[in-house]
């Protein structure tokens, strides 16, 4: 697999609070994984932070999953456990009050792609020439979507679109959602934080990734156009794809 990760921390914020990256099992499979920390200056980073690590030490003790309900089942019962451990260590320490992160992460089986998402950072996948959201933001605007109470020109643009309804490290228990979807050679992945979704729109996410530029080019070109467009908040974006012909991998 090939894998390219970029975080940036936009035009207006003074530092970034996301946080991610790929990382792989004992057997080599790779889980790959965006968390989009607040609370503030270091609050938000160490939420991010500490979901990223706990989350991918959790991973590196596993053996290869064969079948996508087992990773599913993992992945709620080992973010549930995150979810605690957050909570516990920002009631240690006055300053992290109020912190907390999204988080979405995604494992291979054979066939399929298993996705976990908490929050309102997001998985896209384009296959077979059409680019499909395969994640539900837990925010407030996405329920008043969801309900009818707005269209989708006013979620936009809703004063309200930062608050989210779900978050690791808010509460004692938290529900993660997963999904379990087809993942072929020429498939491509593609996870990011709001500072990425928010700044460009779908139709302009699927000219990058039908575009001739390599996956490092598109990552890049992801980033650049986000800022283009305002970097009104720190942008993370990792793509991943099966195809061989890309080369190499890119780590954080």
């Given amino acids: 697999m090939h894998v390219e990760f970029r975080t940036d921390k936009g035009k207006i914020r003074h530092h970034n609070e ?35 690590r706990l989350l991918s030490e959790a991973w590196k003790k596993t053996e290869e999953f064969l079948y996508a309900p087992d990773v599913e089942d993992w992945f709620r019962e080992t973010i549930q456990k995150i979810n605690q451990k957050i909570v516990a ?34 998985a896209y996948l384009l296959n077979r020439e059409r680019l499909q959201q395969i994640t539900e933001d837990h925010s407030l605007v996405n329920e008043l979507l969801r309900k009818g109470e707005i269209s989708k020109e006013d979620a936009e643009n809703h ?3 930062n ?28 996870l990011c934080s709001d500072g990425l979704s ?18 490092s080019e598109k990552a890049d070109a ?5 800022n283009a467009n305002g970097g009104k908040d720190n942008i993370t974006v990792l793509l991943l794809t099966r195809n061989l012909k890309e080369g190499g991998e890119t780590k954080r």
């Fill in 18 to 52: 996301d946080n991610g990256g790929v990382f792989h099992n004992q057997t080599g499979n790779p889980i790959v994984i965006v968390a989009d920390g607040m609370g503030g200056h270091r609050a938000g980073d160490v939420a991010s932070e500490m979901a990223v």
């Fill in 89 to 122: 260590y920002a009631r240690e320490e006055s300053d992290l009050k109020g912190m907390g992160t999204t988080l979405v992460a995604a494992v291979f089986t054979r066939s399929q792609v298993v996705i976990a998402n908490v929050g309102d950072s997001r």
């Fill in 159 to 161: 004063p309200r679109k």
């Fill in 163 to 190: 608050i989210l309804l779900r978050a690791l490290g808010v509460e004692g228990s938290v529900e993660t959602d997963t999904f379990a979807v087809p993942f072929e050679a020429s498939d491509i992945l593609l």
């Fill in 198 to 215: 928010n700044m460009i729109p779908e139709t302009e996410m699927e000219q990058v990734l039908l575009s001739e530029r390599t996956l």
């Fill in 222 to 226: 992801f980033i650049a156009k986000a």
